[in-house]
């Protein structure tokens, strides 16, 4: 059974920063592309960022220069680095992977930028 935990969000002013976390449990790790997904109150959910098994990255306009995504597989773990966080960037953010055709997601973290 594949496992995803994330861990990390809070509360933030409006240009801080905020490291997500999500660590994997029940699959090869090392295989799987990984993805941060959002979702803000009314509003469908989002792609943020993804990483694949080679560690190339994909970032939806709106994150990049801000966002960085990495993974460490001898931790399981996949990262969220956030900068100059915005207020439009108030959301719980999912951590996501496909194995064996499966989707499979994390409970969800809430990250709230404001002053």
């Known amino acids: 059974q594949v496992q995803l935990v994330e861990s990390g969000g809070g509360l933030v002013q409006p240009g801080g920063s905020l490291r997500l976390s999500c660590a994997a449990s029940?699959?090869?790790?090392?295989?799987?592309?990984m993805d941060w997904y959002r979702q803000a109150p009314g509003k469908q959910r989002e792609l943020v960022a993804r990483?694949?098994?080679?560690?190339?990255?994909n970032y939806r306009d709106s994150v990049k220069g801000r966002f960085t995504i990495s993974r460490d597989n001898a931790k399981n773990t996949v990262y969220l680095q956030m900068n100059s966080l915005k207020p439009e960037d108030t959301a719980v953010y999912y951590c996501?992977?496909?194995?064996?055709?499966?989707?499979?997601w994390g409970q969800g973290t809430q990250v709230t930028v404001s002053s």
């Open positions: 990483i694949t098994s080679g560690g190339r990255t």
């Open positions: 996501h992977t496909k194995y064996v055709l499966n989707d499979y």
């Open positions: 029940g699959t090869i790790f090392s295989i799987n592309t």
